[in-house]
């Protein structure tokens, strides 16, 4: 379980590689559902994709076909390869201006082309984690992930009056965080014990009636 901060194509990959399996909120999970992002043209979400050819079908019509391929690495090292699709022809494209951003290109609008940049590897990540995300094990897991992650920052600053550490240097440092995560431990514990939470891993959904 992860946030949206940290969905990646490489932490995709890693949780894979390690045979587990990712519910990361996509980063634009929460702007997907808003009016202004459904209805912006020059977004890849909002073609239609035909599966065979490998080309994108944009608002006017036109074809986005593929021009080649890209290595991008990230700042990790880690290795991208994206595919570069190119509009057939923009040339008399009433959309220009919503589908073409970039304000700061020097090339003037009217003589720029549709262009995009895809990692498919991420694509097909991203396609499966939000499946798993909308379903009812990763709404819990999400639900969880938020009470158990965040509140506990909550509860070492505000419950425990945690607002700086003590010492100085990363051993002491990290020797003072063991220390507050042990206390914390034990407070969650000692709460299990009186609530009768005990072997209970995770908080249900409350559904609404
Ligand atoms: S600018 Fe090009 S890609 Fe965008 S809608 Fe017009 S024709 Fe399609």
Request: aromatic fraction near 8%.
């Amino acid at each position: 379980m992860a946030d949206a901060g940290y969905e990646s194509e490489e932490n995709y990959g890693f949780i894979e590689k390690n045979g587990q399996i990712a519910f990361i909120k996509p980063a634009n999970y929460e702007i997907s559902k808003k009016r202004k992002y459904k209805n912006d043209i020059s977004r890849v979400e909002n073609m239609d994709y035909e599966k065979d050819t490998d080309t994108y079908i944009c608002k006017n019509g036109k074809r986005l076909e593929v021009t080649g391929t890209i290595n991008r690495k990230s700042r990790t090292g880690y290795q991208m390869v994206k595919t570069q699709y190119q509009c057939e022809d923009c040339k008399d494209s009433n959309y220009k201006a919503q589908c073409i951003k970039g304000r700061n290109c020097k090339t003037p609008l009217e003589e720029r082309t549709k262009r995009l940049e895809i990692s498919k590897e991420f694509m097909k990540y991203r396609k499966e984690d939000l499946v798993r995300i909308v379903s009812d094990e990763g709404i819990e897991l999400r639900i969880n992930r938020s009470i158990q992650a965040e509140g506990s920052f909550a509860q070492i600053k505000q419950d425990m009056g945690f607002r700086r550490y003590l010492t100085r240097g990363t051993q002491n440092v990290l020797a003072e965080s063991i220390f507050l995560a042990l206390g914390n431990n034990m407070n969650k514990l000692h709460r299990k014990i009186q609530n009768g939470r005990l072997g209970k891993y995770l908080h249900s959904v409350k559904k609404s009636a």
